[in-house]
């Protein structure tokens, strides 16, 4: 078995972010059950691609990160004396 991040996560010093095939070796076998329930981590049969791909073979644009939503704006209050 193999698997893909959930969540970014790190694993014997790699780093892995969302999406990307984590190889089972690096992921202790008691351990793997524990991050599936917590969401880190999803079982993937051996084999299967990390990325999708297009129909003319090159590999899908990732995502831009860089963009985040806005943060909501906190109303200015004022003390009353």
């Known amino acids: 078995m193999a698997y893909v991040a959930l969540k970014p996560c790190c694993f014997a010093g790699q ?3 969302i ?3 984590v190889p ?4 202790l076998p008691e351990m ?3 991050l599936i329930q917590m969401g880190k981590l999803a ?3 051996d084999g299967k691609p990390e990325k ?4 003319d073979g090159k590999p899908e644009e990732p995502e831009s ?3 985040s939503p806005p943060k909501p704006q906190r109303k200015q ?3 009353s004396r």
């Open 15 to 17: 780093k892995f972010w």
């Open 19 to 21: 999406g990307e095939a």
């Open 24 to 27: 089972a070796e690096l992921v």
């Open 32 to 34: 793997a059950g524990r």
């Open 43 to 45: 079982e993937v049969p």
């Open 52 to 55: 999708s791909e297009e129909p």
């Open 65 to 67: 990160k860089s963009e």
């Open 77 to 79: 209050t004022t003390k």
